[in-house]
C-alpha cells in the first residue's frame, strides 16, 4: 500500500513535470513564430541548443579549414595585388571562423572542446574544402562559385532565430560579397585572357561546379535536420530551394563569361521559371563527407599541424593576459 502510494506520488510528480516542460516548448515555439531572437539567456529546449552547436561549430570549421585551398596560393599568386587581395581575403576567413566559435560558445560549449572534435576528425566540415587548387583559375572558382554558394545560404541565415548567429552572419555576409566579387573579377579577366587562360578558366569551372552545389546539403529527401530546423526557424530554406536559387543566379553570369557550365541536362525552364539541372553526383559526396575526398586526409594534417606549431603563441596570449590581470589586481 505505502509503496504503491509513493509510486502514484512520483507518476503524478513526472507528470506535472513533463506537463511543465511541455508548456515551456509551446511557448518557446510561439516566441519562434512571433519572430522574437533566442538570445543566450534564454530558455531553449536542448534539441536546439545541440543543433546550434552542431551547424555552428561545422560553419566555424569550414571557415578554418576553408583558408587552406586558398593558402596554397599566396606564393603563387600572379601579381602583388593579387597577393595582397587573397592574404586579406584568407585573414577575413579566419575572422569569420573566430565570430562563429564565439557565437557557439554562447550556447555553453567550450572552444577547445570544439577545436578537439574538428582535429581528431570527428566534426564535420564543408565538403568543398576538400578538393585540390591546381590552377589560378581555381583561386577565381572559390571565390566567384564557393562564396557564392556561401552568401546564398548565410543570407538567410542572417534571420536564423537565434541571435548570436544571425549577428554574425551580417558581418561575414557583407565580407564574403566582397570576396564573391573578387572570384568573378579573376575569372572574368581568364575568360577575357588568353586562349590558354580561357582553356583554364573552364577546366576550373568543370571541377568546382558540381561540388559548389553540393555545398548546400544532400538533397531534401535525405535531409535528415531540415524540417525540425525550417520549424525552429534556424534554416529558412530547404537544401534543394538554395540549391536551386544559387543555379539560377550563376548559370547567366557564366553564359556572360562565355563559359560552359559541365551539365547536359541543364536548361532554362520557362513554365517553373527556373534551370532545369542535372543529378548533383550524391555517391561522391557522401564519400567526402565520410572522410574520403580528394583532400580530407591533408587538409586535417595541415590543420593539426598549423595547431601545434600555433601552441607558443596561445601560450603567449594567455601569460600576457595573466600579466595585465596580475597588473590590475595590484
Ligand atoms: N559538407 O540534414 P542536413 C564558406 C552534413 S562556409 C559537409 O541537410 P543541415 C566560407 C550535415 O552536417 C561553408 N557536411 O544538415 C568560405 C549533416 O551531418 P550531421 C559552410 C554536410 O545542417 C568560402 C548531414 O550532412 N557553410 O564556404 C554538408 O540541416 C570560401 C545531413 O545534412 C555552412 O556551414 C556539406 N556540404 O544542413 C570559406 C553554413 N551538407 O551534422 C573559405 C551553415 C550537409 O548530422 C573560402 N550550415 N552535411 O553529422 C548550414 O546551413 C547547414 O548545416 C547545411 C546542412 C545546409 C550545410
Known amino acids: 500500500m505505502y509503496s504503491q502510494g509513493l509510486d502514484i506520488g512520483a507518476d503524478a510528480g513526472r507528470a506535472a513535470a513533463s506537463a511543465e516542460e511541455l508548456a515551456r516548448e509551446e511557448a518557446f515555439q510561439r516566441k519562434i513564430d512571433q519572430e522574437i531572437k533566442i538570445e543566450p539567456q534564454d ?3 536542448e534539441a536546439y541548443r545541440r543543433t546550434l552547436i552542431r551547424q555552428i561549430s561545422q560553419h566555424a570549421h569550414s571557415e578554418v579549414v576553408g583558408m587552406l585551398p586558398e593558402g596554397n596560393w599566396v606564393t603563387r599568386a600572379p601579381s602583388l595585388r593579387r597577393k595582397a587581395i587573397l592574404l586579406a581575403k584568407i585573414q577575413d576567413e579566419a575572422g569569420h571562423g573566430l565570430y562563429l566559435y564565439a557565437a557557439c560558445e554562447t550556447l555553453g560549449v567550450d572552444r577547445a572542446e570544439l577545436i578537439d572534435q574538428l582535429l581528431s576528425g570527428k566534426a564535420k566540415y564543408s565538403s568543398i574544402f576538400n578538393y585540390p587548387t591546381l590552377t589560378w583559375a581555381d583561386i577565381g572558382m572559390i571565390g566567384w562559385l564557393v562564396d557564392g554558394a556561401a552568401i546564398m545560404n548565410q543570407v538567410a541565415l542572417q534571420r536564423c532565430s537565434y541571435g548570436p548567429y544571425a549577428r554574425a552572419m551580417v558581418r561575414i555576409c557583407k565580407e564574403e560579397s566582397f570576396h564573391q566579387r573578387q572570384g568573378y573579377e579573376i575569372v572574368m579577366t581568364l575568360a577575357r585572357g588568353t586562349r590558354e587562360q580561357r582553356r583554364m578558366v573552364q577546366d576550373a569551372l568543370n571541377r568546382w561546379w558540381w561540388p559548389a552545389l ?4 544532400p538533397p531534401d529527401r535525405d535531409s535528415v535536420h531540415t524540417a525540425q530546423s525550417m520549424k525552429w526557424k534556424i534554416k ?4 534543394d ?7 539560377d543566379v550563376t548559370v547567366p553570369q557564366a553564359h556572360y563569361l562565355g563559359l560552359e557550365i559541365p551539365d547536359p541536362e541543364l536548361r532554362w525552364n520557362p513554365e517553373r521559371g527556373h534551370y ?4 548533383v553526383p550524391w555517391d561522391e559526396f557522401w564519400r567526402v563527407i565520410r572522410g574520403d575526398g580528394p583532400c580530407n586526409r591533408q587538409r586535417l594534417e595541415q590543420r593539426r599541424r598549423a595547431f601545434a606549431e600555433g601552441a607558443w603563441v596561445r601560450e603567449a596570449a594567455l601569460a600576457h593576459a595573466a600579466k595585465r590581470r596580475a597588473r590590475r589586481a595590484a
Do not use: I, S
Not at 529558412?236 to 537544401?239: H, K
Open 43 to 45: 530558455w531553449m529546449p
Open 214 to 217: 553540393m555545398m548546400f546539403g
Open 236 to 239: 529558412r530554406f530547404t537544401n
Open 241 to 247: 530551394d538554395l540549391r536551386q536559387k544559387f543555379v
Open 276 to 279: 532545369d539541372f542535372g543529378e
